[in-house]
């Protein structure tokens, strides 16, 4: 999908939503403007499955969850409770605030079996470095950045990730090892990425790489390709959107058949 089609795209997005979307309950988790959460679900007492979306765009100010509000009226849809974060995104080298933000974002909902982050791209990341805290039991990734180390190297969304950090592995290592998970293999819970084989933004080649890293380290890491780009996996229009649930409900299996 080309830059300029983007806006129709998510505009697109947002209609669909809008004209299915019952009303979220809005929970705040601390006092900034982004520091919120959308909740949706079935009303139920008992506990229920949550995913927490994640938007991604490369973890700069432009890109907000308004991007992930039809995946998380479709997961709704689909029985799951969904959790639409926003998170600070104040520049260059604010990584640790956008971290504090999920982690805390994350403490905010309780309640809830299986928890698995699903994100979309940066959120992918972000899904991943929840998952390297033990705080969900399953990760999902859609055209995930997974390896921050070997992003930054191949450069990906023009040198985000050395701009998120505030430089390369050599000249800020504990940046990347607070925020990269593949610096924290094994995340010992359950990892499915959800990849489009024509994706642009993040090749799935980087998904393999980390998925072969992550197996070999002892974690259970499947990757899902499908036939999509980048952006396809966050449309619940689109032909992929069966795979996607089919990946959440391979997660929160996996977690099922690791329990004691």
Do not use: K
């Not at 004209?19 to 959460?37: F, W």
């Amino acid at each position: 999908m080309r830059p300029d089609e983007l806006p129709a795209f998510f505009d697109g997005l947002e209609r669909w939503a809008g004209e299915r979307d019952g009303q979220a309950e809005v929970l705040a988790y601390g006092e900034h403007e982004d520091q919120v959460i959308e909740l949706r679900g079935p009303s139920t007492t008992q506990a229920q499955p949550l995913a927490i979306v994640l938007h991604g765009g490369f973890w700069r100010a432009g890109f907000t969850r308004r991007n992930t509000t039809a995946i998380a009226v479709a997961l709704a849809e689909a029985r799951w409770a969904s959790a639409n974060v926003e998170y600070r995104r104040l520049g260059p080298g604010a990584y640790r605030p956008m971290l504090d933000d999920v982690a805390a974002a994350r403490r905010r909902l309780e309640g809830f079996h299986p928890v698995v982050a699903v994100g979309h791209s940066a959120g992918g990341h972000l899904a991943l470095w929840l998952g390297a805290r033990g705080m969900v039991d399953a990760c999902v990734a859609l055209g995930g950045v997974c390896d921050l180390a070997r992003a930054a190297e191949a450069e990906l969304g023009s040198g985000a990730v050395q701009e998120l950090l505030g430089g390369s592995p050599d000249e800020v290592p504990d940046a990347y090892l607070a925020a990269d998970p593949a610096a924290r293999l094994p995340l010992r819970v359950p990892q499915v990425l959800v990849h489009g084989v024509d994706d642009d933004r993040v090749p799935l080649a980087h998904a393999l790489a980390y998925a072969a890293r992550a197996r070999e380290a002892g974690d259970d890491c499947r990757v899902v390709e499908v036939d999509a780009g980048h952006f396809e996996p966050i449309d619940p229009r689109s032909p992929v959107w069966p795979e996607v649930l089919g990946a959440l409900e391979l997660a929160a299996s996996a977690v099922a058949a690791a329990a004691p």
